[in-house]
């Protein structure tokens, strides 16, 4: 069967410790080398980051620091694929096997009417980081859409489909569609998500100053393209190694920068109209500590990591942070209506 192209989108900046393997990984799929190419929107490095392109034979696409940030890095990059797939894989995304390219093409080819693929799991190893094994064993980045029942992705421990949308089990696979109503959404687009680009393109903002990944993929849902793959694979996301008050400071920036400066430009957010009680919710669990404790119990009791155990923290810390965004945000928009 003919294998489709598949354009590898990386946003870098400053990289070069963590892109390595990743591209290194990429390098050795059992996959045709001759149809994967892979491009880098880099924000001027200064480090080491061009020579590990180089040495993978990336092409980078160079952005001035002033202009840079992630997300704007990302949509330079991905404009320039010319794949039939896109793959949307960080600087600090792992493929943990030889055949993960395979594994993710294979719904592809299967239904010729998929806009995208996941991987059902963040990948889980007692080895790891403290605030990796937390990520992987929750499913998700943030508790926001953990319990919001917005999260993309499953806990280690679940091997059914229980996030939104109407599944099937394929074997390899879940497929899954997603209504469309923004609020039934889930946080799907990034960290290891390749798309059909036709599709995409055709239909979502893919400008550099709009491609957000998961607005990327609201776009297309409300366009009626809402038919998507979980593979029951996992993707390595080695983002917690520097503990968690530094990852809390990024959480902060990231809203600060995305959900509130830049609101003009999204389409998605976690916090929608209507999900007020919600919200209310996940503050008075956050605070309370109860709920989030009880959780990491029942997980530890299925699997023995005090890695569970970093959820009421997180919990509490993300709510202060949000929080305190928040207020600096209004305090923002008054002194400028003033």
């Not at 939104?164 to 687009?189: A, C, N, Q, W």
């Amino acid at each position: 069967m003919k294998l489709p192209t598949i354009s590898i989108v990386t946003a870098t900046y400053n990289s070069g410790k963590t892109l390595n393997e990743c591209l290194k990984r990429v390098r050795v799929q059992n996959y045709p080398q001759s149809k994967i190419e892979i491009i880098i929107g880099d924000g001027d490095s200064n480090d080491d980051t061009l020579d590990v392109a180089k040495k993978y034979r990336a092409e980078v696409v160079k952005i001035s620091e002033s202009k840079q940030n992630a997300e704007y890095n990302r949509g330079v990059a991905f404009n320039r694929a010319k794949g039939e797939l896109v793959l949307i894989l960080d600087h600090d995304n792992y493929m943990p096997t030889k055949n993960f390219l395979r594994e993710y093409v294979e719904p592809f080819l299967n239904h010729k009417d998929l806009v995208a693929v996941e991987s059902c799991w963040y990948h889980y190893d007692p080895k790891m980081s403290l605030m990796d094994r937390y990520f992987a064993l929750f499913g998700a980045l943030d508790p926001v859409p953990y319990y919001f029942g917005k999260a993309d992705r499953l806990m280690w421990i679940q091997k059914k489909w229980n996030g939104l949308g109407e599944s099937r089990d394929m074997g390899k696979y879940f497929l899954v569609e997603f209504k469309s109503d923004p609020r039934k959404i889930p946080t799907v687009g990034t960290n290891g998500c390749m798309m059909r680009r036709k599709i995409v393109f055709e239909n979502a903002k893919i400008s550099p100053n709009y491609h957000y990944p998961i607005d990327v993929m609201t776009d297309v849902i409300l366009r009626g393209f809402n038919k998507f793959a979980f593979v029951k694979n996992s993707l390595i996301h080695a983002t917690g190694a520097r503990g968690l008050v530094f990852f809390l400071k990024r959480r902060l920036k990231f809203m600060r920068e995305y959900h509130f400066e830049d609101l003009s430009r999204r389409r998605y957010s976690v916090y929608m109209p209507g999900d007020f009680w919600k919200l209310a919710k996940f503050i008075i669990i956050s605070i309370t500590f109860v709920k989030p404790t009880l959780d990491s119990f029942k997980g530890y009791v299925k699997l023995r990591d005090f890695a569970w155990f970093v959820h009421p923290i997180m919990c509490f810390g993300v709510t202060l942070m949000y929080g305190y965004g928040t207020v600096l945000s209004l305090i923002k928009k008054y002194k400028y209506m003033v």
